[in-house]
């Protein structure tokens, strides 16, 4: 639970490549953490990331705190 919340937020504030995330979210693969998040959250970790950049901007500073509080919601 906990990698997935972090990744969640990582997919919304950065624009680190898939294997990094899952490196720095502590998965020991690309693919073991893109099986691992489709089955959390029943969509890809791109699908996620493209449906979140419709709410939230890449990289907006003043909102961090409030975008990670979002997606612990979802």
Request: some cysteine.
């Amino acid at each position: 639970q906990y990698r997935i919340t972090e990744a969640k937020r990582e997919l919304v504030s950065s624009d680190l490549p898939l294997d990094e995330l899952a490196a720095k979210c502590g998965f020991s693969s690309q693919s073991y953490f893109s099986c691992a998040f489709k089955r959390r959250m029943e969509q890809t970790p791109r699908e996620y990331a493209r449906r979140m950049a419709e709410f939230f901007p890449l990289h907006d500073a003043h909102n961090c705190d409030r975008i990670y509080e979002e997606i612990v919601k979802l």
